[in-house]
């Protein structure tokens, strides 16, 4: 069964700051990766996803994430950090593309930016 | 373009009672799929629906059902509800849901479910 990582449950940085999240993925398959921001009692918003071709995927408010085969990762980066980034962010696998096999959420990485 | 639209937003009921659940997906989106959220499992998949069909279920007791209509709308419910219940549903909604590429799925806001 395919399974999702996110190290640290909470992430803390100041504003200006390089965020990193980390997600790694067990797949014995080639996996389809997203990553989803989800603020205060709202739903979650796609940031990027990760198909097929270029390794490096650049989102929305200025995320990135790179999927590393070798290391089964697909962690999320973002420069300079800013307190609008703070949200609980989740990663977030399937194989069909998200369809009809659903989703695999990791647990979520609550992040709190320090101004 | 409206997004995916989730009615109730919020609702308290009873053990034992019954709840649905709607949501309209993305205009022309036919997959319909539905998570539940909570603070200890996590957003788990509950089922996902193509064309009023139920296409995958996931890990979850007989109590929670769904369906979907003709105009893609969906709705779940939950049977017997019991204080675990207690939760936000998510319905989200995509395109054609299986195998390509390009394949973005789009949350709704969520309806927040307590049980007491």
């Known amino acids: 069964a395919q399974s999702v990582t996110q190290l640290g449950s909470h992430v803390s940085v100041s504003e200006g700051a390089l965020v990193l999240l980390r997600c790694n993925y067990s797949?014995?398959?080639?996996?389809?990766l997203f990553w989803y921001v989800q603020y205060p009692n709202q739903g979650l918003q796609l940031l990027l996803k990760y198909t097929t071709g270029a390794t490096l995927v650049k989102g929305i408010n200025g995320f990135e994430a790179e999927f590393k085969k070798s290391e089964t990762s697909f962690h999320l980066t973002k420069p300079s950090a800013h307190m609008s980034d703070a949200a609980e962010y989740f990663c977030a696998v399937s194989y069909s593309g998200g369809g009809a096999d659903g989703l695999t959420f990791g647990k979520g990485t609550h992040l709190i930016i320090q101004p | 373009k409206a997004g995916v639209t989730q009615t109730p937003r919020y609702l308290i009921k009873t053990r034992g009672q019954q709840v649905t659940l709607s949501c309209s997906p993305i205009s022309g989106h036919r997959s319909v799929s539905w998570y539940q959220q909570t603070p200890g499992q996590g957003l788990q998949f509950l089922f996902e629906y193509f064309s009023e069909t139920q296409r995958n279920k996931g890990n979850f007791p007989g109590r929670f059902s769904g369906r979907q209509f003709s105009n893609s709308r969906s709705e779940m419910n939950v049977s017997t509800l019991e204080l675990g219940d207690s939760a936000l549903y998510l319905c989200?909604?995509?395109?054609?849901?299986?195998?390509?590429?390009?394949?973005?799925?789009?949350f709704g806001e969520g309806s927040w479910l307590t049980v007491v």
């Open positions: 797949s014995s398959v080639p996996p389809y």
């Open positions: 989200a909604s995509s395109s054609t849901g299986t195998g390509l590429l390009g394949n973005t799925i789009y």
